[in-house]
């Protein structure tokens, strides 16, 4: 195996820029090496966001794109007929572009694009292709909705308030040099992991003329207003979700839909439910408005039901009350016969198709592919006028694609977008595997790649890898990170443990006030155990790690357990009682995962600390965490590393500078954060490379 080491130091992200700008695939070809490689990460593309024209004949969708010279992912916007010809760039350069939406008779696409500070809308004639500016924003518009005569298009955008202030500093003399004033901050979510500190202000309504012209403010008050937006057929009223509750700041599971109208500015509030309805779709003949319904009560773990109700609100009535998974992203047909909606079972995105009254049944399946650095369910969808559906969907060796199907028509495949990569790559296969777990008899679903090359005569490596969430779910997608890990010569072994998405509300609430847990570690030691058995994994060799909740159940495990070699912890939590008074989230994570707040239930945020096992730890242990991360902040890393370190467990900590929870956002991120794993767990994989035979 051929592994290099980059120092666990703040420079390691400049040594790997270098390390990117290596020979492209054709040499590689040329001297016999096929395996996927670091740098071959910055070559991946993937299809995103699909929107079909109304009649069907068209699907535009973002291309995202690496930039290995501004070390970036850049968004160019693709169209391709529906038969699968006429593939071609519809806005592509320096810009980035994305949220490509069509008018609704089809002869224009509004789009979001980025060459500075702002993104800023513009329309695209198509017949002509010319495109206008047609907005000046001061911030960044999102949640993008024609109205249904195409005359305006509605969008949210932030507007910022008054900052508060107490006391005002005596006045500065001419040419003096003071110190930045200091920030009063009195507002309950004050810092977001991504953004950093955020000035006061609220997300807001607007509409705006489509050929251009001043954007006008429709919503108000000191409330944050969430799209998505829908229109009613008259163009009169936008709906969307909110809360306008005194404490709404506190009650992050707290939204209804409300319907504002356009001309007037007149709000009417149309549902009054505990938990949060959102996403509204209304139907063709404005009488009717289908949406997602989480009704929450306090629990850990919920699942969105698909409701109808009349466009006054009245007589809500869940339609998906048999569909034992979350149902999301409605859209009435045409003909306003059903709902299409997507959702996910057992480790897999599908479109959904359903009838007031009716069964739901499965129109498009296989949605995935645009997580490419490790294998989430994802994959995004849209329906023309006459039923055909557009969607994205990979496989578990090839990112996103972009496909249409019809109602009960096959799948049409419209784009191969790393082939020329990809199809000269020896990659690793992935392979199911089902087995209960040890703690109380629980089925568990889980996936394992073997390496290139592989020999199932021969011994191998293994890695756990963990997902995050914890209520989020991997399945057989393509990953980056366990591609990589398998093309040096490691079976990379994944499950669903109990609480995973996909599964159904009973397997998601086995985790309630249990994470982490010995009950989670224990899915993932049987899953362990049921890999040994197979006869190529050897169990001298083991090898953990996880991000985000992944990486506080990989740090709780080897508070547990001395099975594993070495251990590669990203961005943990280490003791619940500092995280959840320091994260960005801390109103909805203790209403979610903790029977209170940590000074009524210290010993119970203590027992599901990693650092309350720290005495039992002699794994050696990698960590790494972005030095911007306000999800799970740094300072829980770096109490896990003293304690280590006074322990005298061999351990580094890796810092990546100016990134905040997703460390791997930047292509040369990604490649470091998975060369610096596989650096570590190369040192203490003192047996060689995996060929030795079972009688070893």
């Not at 195409?150 to 040419?175: D, H, N, W, Y």
């Not at 229109?231 to 009169?236: N, V």
């Not at 995280?579 to 209170?596: C, E, M, N, V, W």
């Not at 929870?661 to 570590?680: E, T």
Request: charged share 25%.
């Amino acid at each position: 195996m051929r592994r290099t080491f980059f120092p666990m130091t703040v420079p390691f992200v400049l040594a790997l820029c270098a390390a990117a700008v290596a020979p492209l695939a054709g040499a590689d070809d040329e001297a016999g090496d096929r395996h996927l490689k670091s740098e071959d990460l910055f070559d991946l593309q993937y299809a995103t966001d699909p929107q079909v024209s109304p009649d069907g004949t068209r699907v535009a969708y973002v291309r995202a794109i690496n930039d290995i010279m501004l070390d970036d992912t850049r968004g160019n916007i693709w169209i391709a007929a529906a038969d699968g010809s006429d593939h071609r760039p519809l806005l592509s350069g320096k810009a980035s572009y994305s949220s490509p939406r069509w008018s609704p008779d089809g002869k224009r696409l509004a789009y979001i694009a980025k060459a500075g500070d702002k993104p800023q809308l513009h329309v695209r004639w198509m017949e002509t292709g010319e495109s206008a500016l047609v907005t000046n924003l001061v911030e960044s518009p999102s949640s993008l909705a024609w109205s249904p005569d195409g005359t305006q298009i509605a969008f949210t955008m932030r507007v910022s308030a008054e900052k508060p202030s107490l006391a005002s500093p005596p006045k500065k003399p001419e040419g003096a040099e003071w110190a930045p004033e200091v920030a009063v901050i009195d507002s309950v979510i004050y810092r977001f992991d991504g953004r950093g500190y955020v000035d006061p202000g609220f997300e807001h309504v607007f509409v705006v003329p489509a050929d251009g012209g001043s954007a006008r403010q429709v919503s108000t008050g000191d409330y944050d207003h969430s799209g998505p937006l829908a229109w009613t057929p008259d163009g009169q009223r936008i709906v969307f979700s909110t809360n306008r509750s005194t404490d709404w700041q506190y009650e992050r599971t707290e939204r209804d839909l409300y319907a504002v109208n356009v001309a007037s500015g007149q709000l009417v509030r149309l549902t009054d439910l505990p938990g949060v309805e959102r996403s509204p779709s209304v139907s063709p003949d404005g009488k009717r408005i289908a949406f997602e319904r989480d009704d929450h009560q306090g629990r850990q773990y919920s699942i969105s039901r698909l409701a109808v109700m009349t466009i006054d609100g009245g007589n809500p009535e869940i339609v998906t009350a048999d569909l034992d998974r979350s149902a999301e992203g409605p859209r009435w047909a045409a003909d306003g016969s059903g709902i299409y909606f997507h959702f996910d079972d057992r480790g897999k995105r599908k479109v959904g198709f359903v009838i007031p009254g009716e069964k739901v049944r499965s129109v498009a399946e296989g949605l995935g592919g645009t997580t490419i650095g490790r294998p989430y369910i994802s994959g995004e969808y849209s329906v023309a006028d006459n039923g055909l559906v557009a969607y994205t969907a990979g496989s578990a060796q090839r990112p996103a694609d972009l496909f249409v199907k019809r109602t009960r028509g096959e799948p049409r495949r419209l784009t191969r977008l790393n082939e020329n990569l990809l199809g000269h790559r020896d990659l690793a296969e992935v392979h199911e595997i089902v087995y209960e777990s040890s703690v109380d008899g629980t089925e568990i679903q889980g996936w394992y790649l073997t390496p290139p090359d592989f020999d199932p005569d021969k011994t191998y490596p293994l890695i756990l890898e963990i997902h995050g969430g914890p209520h989020l779910a991997y399945g057989p997608h393509f990953s980056a990170e366990m591609q990589r890990f398998a093309a040096e010569g490691y079976v990379v072994f994944y499950d669903n443990h109990r609480g995973s998405s996909s599964y159904g509300e009973e397997f998601g609430l086995k985790l309630e006030y249990k994470y982490s847990s010995e009950e989670d570690f224990g899915d993932h030691m049987s899953g362990i155990d049921a890999m040994i058995e197979k006869g190529f994994v050897d169990p001298d060799r083991l090898f953990i790690t996880g991000g985000s909740a992944g990486g506080i159940a990989a740090a709780y495990a080897i508070g547990l357990t001395d099975r594993f070699r070495a251990a590669a912890v990203a961005k943990p939590v280490i003791n619940w009682i500092s995280k959840t008074l320091t994260g960005d989230i801390y109103t909805s994570q203790i209403d979610h995962q903790f029977p209170g707040p940590p000074w009524e239930e210290f010993e119970h945020y203590w027992k599901r600390s990693p650092l309350s096992l720290v005495g039992n730890v002699t794994t050696p242990t990698l960590l790494i965490t972005g030095e911007d991360d306000y999800r799970t902040p740094i300072s829980e890393t770096e109490q896990y590393y003293q304690a280590l370190k006074l322990r005298r467990v061999d351990t580094v900590m890796v810092r990546v500078p100016e990134s905040p929870h997703g460390i791997a956002g930047k292509p040369s991120r990604m490649i470091a954060k998975i060369d610096n794993i596989l650096a570590w767990f190369e040192r203490y994989d003192t047996d060689g490379s995996p060929d030795a035979s079972h009688d070893d």
